[in-house]
């Protein structure tokens, strides 16, 4: 069997819903497993999945095969959690990205890993990194840069990430692509973590306050982010295209390739 293949082989169950791949991942194995994936030396990528961001899965290639490579599909839905139950009978974790992100630097800080910070307008990402020194003191911040990214120095930006080679690089708004900026450069960054959440250093910056827990549990976090942008309103159509396709699939799996 070819190495590549077992190296990079799932090191938790992976369970498509609508040929779109999550990770069931135990609270009490993220450890294990975040360590057991910086030991491979690779480019890994943890992706944070919403139910917009399945349903663009299932419509953009490239995004796909950037959910489908990467090391860590969590979700971070309610809907996907019920979606997943209701064709597979099974139940991922749903995790509340702030969260996840905190306890991942907080088991990085305590072997005294590096992380780099990119993305985020530049005073956002400067309090962001003063506020991450103060509550991990023991990680190491190697680098940061704005989200801006100028064409002509992307190739500079590239190199500086590859040469420090931070076990985390997080990845924050404003960089142009977003999450297909790292599927795009993929081969030219280094072989730690890469972690892309959209206002992750506007809460960091404690600029924009994350769902209350409570919220959160309910699957009603929604309604948190229509009252900060009333546009988002309209993704409760894809809520609605989305169950029609998890009927579908139910009713029509078994005559499905």
Known sequence: ?????????????????????????????????????????????????????????????????????????????????????????????????????????????????????????PSVLALSEKNIRETFPKLRIIGRFPGIIKKQAEDTILKVIRKSSPALLLIGQGVHGRERWVAKNTHRLNSGLRLWCSDLYSVFAKRRKRPPKAVFQYGFEWVVFCLHNPFRVVRFFSFIRYTFLLLFYRIFRKKMP
């Open 1 to 121: 069997m070819d190495d590549e293949l077992v190296a990079r082989k799932p090191l938790c169950e992976r369970v498509e819903v609508l040929k779109v791949p999550i990770d069931i991942l135990p609270a009490e194995d993220i450890e294990r497993i975040i360590f057991s994936l910086l030991e491979r030396g690779q480019g890994e990528d943890i992706v944070l999945l919403s139910l917009s961001d399945l349903l663009r899965a299932r419509r953009n290639g490239e995004f796909r095969n950037y959910v489908r490579d990467a090391a860590l599909v969590i979700p971070i839905s309610k809907s996907l959690v019920s979606g997943m139950r209701f064709l597979t009978g099974k139940t991922p974790v749903r995790y509340m990205p702030f969260d996840f992100v905190v306890n991942l630097l907080t088991m990085l800080e305590r072997r005294e890993f590096s992380i780099y910070m990119l993305g985020g307008k």
